[in-house]
C-alpha cells in the first residue's frame, strides 16, 4: 500500500507562488505516475497536472499551463508542483495522486492512490 502525504498549501494573494509536496511510502515510487488534482467547494475533482515515473513526460491542463510545473525525485520519492502567478479561481483543495502504470491520464477514478489534500487559498 502506498501512502501519500502532501505539504505547502496556504493562504497566498494573486499574483503569488507556492509550492506543493507529496511524499510517498514505499519501494515502487519510481515506478509510478504521479498527478495532482483539485477541488474546488461544489465542484467536481479536475486534473492540474500529471508526470511519468521517469519525469520525461508531464502533462497539464489549460487553465495551469504556463504557471505550474510538476516534478519529481524519485530518490527523495516526493512529487513537486510549482504554481506561479496564482490566481483566485486557483483556490481548492489540492490532492496528490498515484497512479500503478506509467502511462498518465486526466480522469481521476483511473489513479489508485489519493492523498488527504492541501488547501490552497488565492486572495484577489
Known amino acids: 500500500q502506498v501512502q501519500l502525504v502532501e505539504s505547502g498549501g496556504g493562504l497566498v494573494q494573486a499574483g503569488d507562488s507556492l509550492r506543493l509536496s507529496c511524499a510517498a511510502s514505499?519501494?515502487?515510487?519510481?515506478?509510478?505516475?504521479m498527478g495532482w488534482f483539485r477541488q474546488a467547494p461544489g465542484k467536481e475533482r479536475e486534473f492540474v497536472a500529471a508526470i511519468r515515473p521517469s519525469g520525461g513526460t508531464t502533462d497539464y491542463a489549460d487553465s495551469v499551463k504556463g504557471r505550474f510545473t510538476i516534478s519529481r525525485s524519485n530518490s527523495k520519492n516526493t512529487a513537486y508542483l510549482q504554481m506561479n502567478s496564482l490566481k483566485p479561481e486557483d483556490t481548492a483543495v489540492y490532492y496528490c495522486?498515484?497512479?500503478?502504470?506509467?502511462?498518465?491520464?486526466?480522469?481521476?477514478?483511473?489513479?489508485?492512490?489519493w492523498g488527504q489534500g492541501t488547501q490552497v487559498t488565492v486572495s484577489s
Open positions: 514505499g519501494r515502487t515510487f519510481s515506478s509510478y505516475a
Open positions: 495522486a498515484g497512479r500503478r502504470v506509467a502511462t498518465i491520464v486526466r480522469v481521476a477514478r483511473l489513479w489508485d492512490y
